[in-house]
Nanobody, 112 residues
């Protein structure tokens, strides 16, 4: 049974940084591609970033390119998302996703 637990969110000022983590269990993490998605208040789910199974290929939505970095540690079954130069528009619940399954999410709020 796939189990994903996101953490690391919080309240941060514009221009600030956060590092999100996603602890994975219940499946073979090291052979799984993973994504981060987010949902802003009153909006639909938005894809943010993708990483392949060994971390050698990544891709990003245009809205976060150059500011966010996805990575993974297969020895710890953990996915990361480094968020830099945060903007108010980045305010959302962030989820890690394996195929169609995601965790409970972690709230990121960017506000002065």
């Amino acid at each position: 049974q796939v189990h994903l637990v996101e953490s690391g969110g919080g309240l941060v000022q514009p221009g600030g940084s956060l590092r999100l983590s996603c602890a994975a269990s219940g499946f073979t993490f090291s052979t799984s591609t993973m994504n981060w998605v987010r949902q802003a208040p009153g909006k639909g789910l938005e894809w943010v970033s993708y990483i392949n199974s060994d971390g050698t290929y990544t891709s990003y939505a245009d809205s976060v390119k150059g500011r966010f970095t996805i990575s993974r540690d297969n020895s710890r079954n953990t996915l990361f998302l480094q968020l830099n130069n945060l903007k108010a528009d980045d305010t959302a619940i962030y989820y890690c996703r394996k195929e169609t399954q995601r965790g409970q999410g972690t709230q990121v709020t960017v506000s002065s």
